[in-house]
């Protein structure tokens, strides 16, 4: 009479499973070893570690936590993965189990995928950090130096070269931004003869033709040690870069060469065009600046809430300007002369900004004011703390990768030690870093040919975790 149960001891921990409950998975792992336990008797050659005839035991040396989650599988119909599991050691249990990711139940399945986002990207910083040490040894002498210019322009924490020009350029920002500001400045212009036209003061311009001179001087070495100038160009912050410089050169082409080509009015409206395209270069900042580079990403990330808001406020807008202009033409000296001329006075109310040129006169109309800037600050208050929580993650986030991939490269480097057998890569698993894959420690430094061990391993580890973007692919160990 066969028994009720399969035994199993996965990693000293017995278990028995019910038959019943394995039958309903033949195509796992467990499902298969009851499959030859029934036809052909005992039999697991291949599907486990050890098998004992005695006991009727099959062993695994496997983590038994895991496999706990493992189990949910046949008595419930989906697994629950632990919060603090690693993603990639638990892609690794089911595949060994030859179980599909799809049966993660769909809460675990959401965080599965994140947590595996987050160890891509650290693969990735990493892969590149060894890129860039080995690139450092191979090529030409000259493309070593376009590297090398690349990492001090894009990379500041690279150097000290690379932080002082970081710095640097920084300063030339800020200087030049208040240069034109200053620029405006009555006092500080110079009146021309004859028909009066205004001149920047000459000390002015020389403080911005340094500023221009830098900033064209850092885009045409970063355009020449770019490795991919057609990717470089189409860049939004590089095409910041190139709007920044690109007044400062067409307006020394004009004074030279435009009296030849356009009429003087006409040169006066290209070169007023130009002043108003300098407002580009404060964006240089946030090349500079990890914050707005956030605040950029958690706005990219936050599309939907601002889409929610933009709708509120257009809705809100619709409704009580045209509300307002109904109401107040009983009013024989009303500032609303039509629906689209109230709109103005819709957005400045709902807003808070309230400028007093367009304002309500009646009783009902005075109502309808202030029944729409409470509404106002309604639709503008419930969209805004799910973009703090978007810009708060993406920025926690960041931090944590920046920690992990840091963690990561001073092990390799720690490789020298004799004592040193195993390293890991981490991951950020709710703000913790958490060891995901296994680098085999090596006896060389990340400058020696051991670099290229060390990329290998890690391509290992992308491979190991390619299965995981396919919930339909199984995995076989």
């Known amino acids: 009479m066969e028994p009720e149960a399969l035994v199993v001891n996965v990693g000293g921990v017995r278990l028995a499973l019910h038959r019943t409950a394995l039958r309903r998975f033949p195509h796992t792992r467990l499902g298969q070893i009851l499959q030859q336990s029934e036809s052909r008797g005992p039999n697991a050659t291949g599907l486990c570690d050890d098998y004992d005839a005695v006991s009727d035991e099959y062993y ?95 990379q500041p924490e690279s150097s000290a070269l690379a932080r002082a020009t970081t710095l640097i350029s920084f300063m030339f920002v800020i200087i030049s931004s208040v240069v034109m ?84 009015s ?69 500032l609303f002369s039509s629906i689209p001329h109230a709109f103005w006075w819709a957005i400045i109310t709902m807003t808070t900004v309230g400028y007093g040129d367009v304002y309500p006169k009646t009783e009902l109309g005075k109502v309808n004011a202030a029944v729409s800037f409470l509404c106002g600050i309604l639709a503008i208050a419930l969209p805004i703390h799910p973009i703090i929580n978007n810009f708060v993650c993406f920025y926690n986030q960041q931090k944590v990768l920046d920690t992990a991939v840091k963690h990561q490269l001073t092990l390799m480097t720690m490789a020298l030690h004799p004592h040193s057998v195993t390293q890991a890569i981490p991951v950020a698993v709710d703000g913790d870093l958490t060891n995901v894959g296994i680098l085999p420690s090596k006896e060389q430094d990340l400058e020696s040919g051991g670099v290229f061990d060390a990329q290998k391993e890690l391509g290992d580890q992308e491979d190991t975790l390619e299965n995981a973007h396919s919930p339909n692919t199984r995995g076989r160990k």
């Open 60 to 154: 695994f040396d496997r983590d038994p936590q895991s496999f706990n989650r493992i189990v949910e599988l046949y008595y419930f119909g989906q697994i629950h993965m632990e919060r603090a599991a690693c993603p990639a050691c638990f892609k690794q249990e089911m595949d060994f189990w030859k179980i599909d990711v799809d049966y993660l139940d769909e809460c675990c399945c959401l965080r599965f995928y994140e947590l595996k986002e987050e160890l891509d990207e650290i693969l990735h910083r990493v892969q590149l950090a060894l890129e860039d040490a080995s690139d450092a040894r191979d090529g030409s002498k000259w493309s070593r130096t376009k590297r090398w210019m690349w990492r001090t322009m894009e």
């Open 181 to 264: 500001c200053l620029g405006t400045i009555p006092e500080l212009q110079i009146h021309g003869p004859g028909d009066g036209e205004t001149y920047d003061h000459p000390v002015l311009n020389a403080i911005e033709t340094a500023c221009m001179s830098w900033f064209s001087l850092e885009f045409l070495i970063r355009l020449t040690s770019a490795p991919n100038r057609f990717v470089f160009v189409f860049t939004f912050l590089n095409a910041v870069d190139l709007l920044t410089v690109l007044p400062f050169l067409l307006t020394i082409l004009l004074s030279v060469f435009g009296s030849s080509f356009l009429e003087l």
């Open 266 to 334: 006409t040169m006066r409206q290209v070169l007023q065009v130009l002043r108003i395209i300098r407002i580009a270069r404060i964006f240089k900042l946030a090349r500079h600046s990890s914050g707005l580079q956030t605040l950029t990403y958690a706005l990219r990330r936050s599309f939907a809430e601002l889409g929610l808001l933009i709708m509120y406020m257009s809705v809100g807008i619709f409704i009580f300007s045209t509300l307002g202009y109904t109401l107040e033409q009983s009013h024989p000296e009303t």
